[in-house]
């Protein structure tokens, strides 16, 4: 059957979590797993430095306030409209030039998986339906209600602030324009941590974002330091081939 004569069909994936939780990595290896499927990182959508709001005591720009850290409405215009046509268009990612940490899961996991979602995607194909994968990544994932109603699965990865920290502390990143950014002194405690919280309490019983149980049942929660990579990647594939076929 010609993929002209094919009705296409979206699943979006949201991850969501602290910064330097593992979202990316994770992101990355359901890619492996999954035919037909792109990642899209939250990061392409931050402004550009001279747009965003500045620390009052501090004077540094703040990456990570959910209210200015992303230009909500590019990301939401561009998941709703990628949600109907999956098609990407001319996006550039950022995170080509950033550096993640290698954690291995098997070969055996994504062969696993990869066999089965090839065989859900030409099961869709013979009942008329092309399906696309879409991988979302943010630090602030759920903190717009127009960008979660598009994911049709979503995971959170919650992490220690000592373990997030010292992660954060080994990495630079890449900005918009090309430039590197690496926390100034005290950005971490001022900005980074408090803007976490802030961002994720409501999606959390008693506002609990280090230990609360997810409001809902359709919010996969997996803590870093106790459950490893590879389970993570066995739980959400088993979620997205169940929303798939």
């Known amino acids: 059957m010609s993929t002209q004569s094919l009705t296409t069909r ?4 949201g991850l969501g979590g602290a910064t330097s939780s593992g979202k990316t990595t994770l992101a990355k290896h359901l890619q492996n797993c999954l035919p037909n499927s792109h990642i899209l990182h939250q990061d392409d959508f ?3 430095a001279e747009k965003l709001p500045k620390d009052p005591e501090f004077g540094f720009e703040n990456w ?3 209210e200015g850290a992303v230009e909500w409405d590019r990301m939401a215009n561009y998941l709703i409209e990628l949600k109907k046509t999956g098609v990407l268009g001319e996006h550039h990612s950022v995170d080509s030039f950033n550096q993640n940490a290698a954690v291995p899961v ?3 996991v994504i062969s696993k998986w990869k066999e089965l979602s090839k065989k859900v995607f030409a099961e869709r194909q013979s009942r008329g339906e092309n399906l696309v994968w879409i991988i979302v990544d943010g630090f602030l994932l759920y903190w717009d209600e127009r960008i979660v109603s598009t994911l049709d699965v979503k995971a ?3 992490i ?3 373990v997030a920290k010292a992660r954060r502390e080994a990495r630079s990143y890449y900005t918009p324009e090309g430039d590197t950014w690496s926390d100034p002194p005290q950005y971490w405690e001022k900005i980074v941590w408090p803007a976490y919280l802030k961002a994720h309490k409501h999606i959390f019983e008693r506002d ?3 230990s609360g149980a997810p409001k809902g049942n359709d919010l996969m929660v997996f803590e870093s330091t106790k459950v490893e990579m590879k389970d993570m990647v066995n739980a959400v594939m088993e979620k997205i081939v169940e929303v798939s076929s």
Do not use: A, K, S
């Open 64 to 66: 990570d306030d959910p």
């Open 46 to 48: 931050v402004p550009p």
């Open 160 to 162: 220690p602030e000592d």
């Open 208 to 210: 609990d974002v280090l």
């Open 156 to 158: 959170f990865i919650r």
């Open 106 to 108: 098997g070969d055996e």
């Open 10 to 13: 979206v699943i979006m994936i």
